[in-house]
């Protein structure tokens, strides 16, 4: 059991390194040498936990997709609940997604590393998905939007209303002086959740 403890502390730390480094670096500047530098590890140590660094790369991603998942997830199950009990108070609604944006806001940089300087479009599309499932294929705003909008192909809906909701919090993570996640979830639901109900 202690063992196992290590070994994650250890994986984190060649993962916190790694996104450190994709701050400063393309992923394909990063070396192995810079990584466990960086990490404090040896090259031995690096090579027990993961093959290469493409390996690296598919892992971080994966736990940092993981992360934003559950809260994310968990907010908007909340959010469209309430919704559909009859809260349709915009700032009320708003405070189902400030965990997940909070969360995304802590996550930044490592979001920011893996979706440009990584060089990996997975990523991006990984979040694209995991967004998309989590919206559509748990029917959490289908009947509420997406068949509000009936003349339009429900697919051109759900992938209008994916791309600009991560358009945004893209945009919003980016900003030199950003709102706070209260302020920006208020403007999220203004702008892509309710305002195509009244359309």
Do not use: C
């Amino acid at each position: 059991m202690k063992q196992t403890a290590i070994n994650k502390r250890t994986e984190e730390k060649i993962r916190q390194a790694f996104l450190h480094l994709l701050n400063e670096h393309y992923f394909t500047q990063i070396t192995i040498n810079m990584l466990v530098k960086e990490a404090g590890v040896s090259r031995g140590t690096f090579y027990v936990h993961y093959e290469d660094i493409y390996a690296l790369r598919k892992q971080t991603q994966a736990v940092i997709l993981q992360q934003l998942g559950t809260k994310t997830r968990d907010g908007l199950i909340a959010m469209v609940d309430d919704y559909q009990h009859g809260n349709h108070d915009i700032p009320s609604l708003a405070v189902h997604l400030e965990p997940g944006l909070v969360n995304a806001f802590n996550l930044r940089k490592s979001i920011h590393g893996l979706a440009t300087n990584a060089g990996y479009a997975d990523f991006r599309k990984s979040l694209h998905d995991k967004f998309h499932t989590m919206l559509f294929r748990r029917n959490l705003f289908h009947a509420d939007i997406v068949e509000s909008m009936s003349a339009v192909p429900d697919d051109y809906v759900e992938e209008l209303i994916v791309t600009s909701m991560l358009s945004m919090i893209a945009y919003w993570l980016n900003k030199d002086n950003p709102e706070t996640p209260a302020e920006f979830a208020v403007i999220l639901l203004q702008t892509l959740v309710i305002a195509p109900i009244h359309l």
